[in-house]
C-alpha cells in the first residue's frame, strides 16, 4: 500500500470521489504547517501554516498515482489562487505533497498540461511531504454521518453545479 497527500480546499468535499476509484482509505487531516497536533479551528482560523488536506490510502496495482492527480484536477480549481470556492484563506489553497521525485514529477507535468491547455497560471504548490495531522473523529467520513449537511455544503459551496 502507498499513501498520497493533496490539500483540495475544504477536505469534507473532496474525499468521497476517491472511494469510488479503488482508493482504500481517505482520512481527513491537516499537512504541511508547524503547528502539532493542530485542531479544526486553529487551521480555519489560519494559524497554524497547515492545509486541509486528505491522505490517501491505495494500493498502486488497483489505482496509479497519475490517475490519483486526474482526480484531483477535476474536482478543484487549479487557478483560484485564495483557496476553493467558498472557503477562503490559506488553508483551503491548494498542495500536492509529494513522497518522492518520481510523484513529483507527475504532479508538475499534470500542472504543465493544465496551464497548457488553459493558458492560465496554476496555483497548485507542489511541495515535499513534511507531516500529516489527522482531523478530529467527527470530519471523517462526514458524507456518511451527515449526508444532508454535506449535500448543503457541496452546493452552497459551488461545487455541485
Not at 474525499?15 to 508547524?34: E, H
Not at 483551503?92 to 491547455?117: H, N, P, Q, R, V
Amino acid at each position: 500500500m502507498k499513501e498520497a497527500y493533496f490539500a483540495g480546499g475544504c477536505f469534507w468535499c473532496v474525499t468521497p470521489i476517491y472511494k469510488m476509484y479503488g482508493v482504500d482509505k481517505v482520512i481527513c487531516g491537516y499537512a504541511g504547517g508547524d503547528e502539532e497536533n493542530p485542531t479544526y479551528e486553529q487551521v480555519k482560523h489560519q494559524e497554524t501554516g497547515h492545509r486541509e488536506t486528505i491522505k490517501l490510502v491505495y494500493d498502486p496495482q488497483k489505482v496509479a498515482y497519475e490517475k490519483l492527480l486526474d482526480i484531483y484536477f477535476a474536482n478543484v480549481d487549479p487557478y483560484d489562487a485564495e483557496g476553493q470556492f467558498i472557503d477562503k484563506g490559506f488553508s483551503y489553497t491548494l498542495a500536492i505533497f509529494y513522497m518522492t521525485e518520481d510523484e513529483k514529477k507527475s504532479a508538475l507535468e499534470k500542472i504543465a498540461a493544465l496551464e497548457a491547455k488553459s493558458g492560465k497560471k496554476a496555483q497548485v504548490a507542489v511541495l515535499p511531504y513534511k507531516n500529516f495531522y489527522e482531523a478530529e473523529e467527527y470530519h471523517q467520513d462526514y458524507y456518511l454521518k451527515n449526508p444532508e449537511a454535506f449535500e448543503k455544503e457541496l452546493i452552497e459551496s459551488g461545487r455541485k453545479k
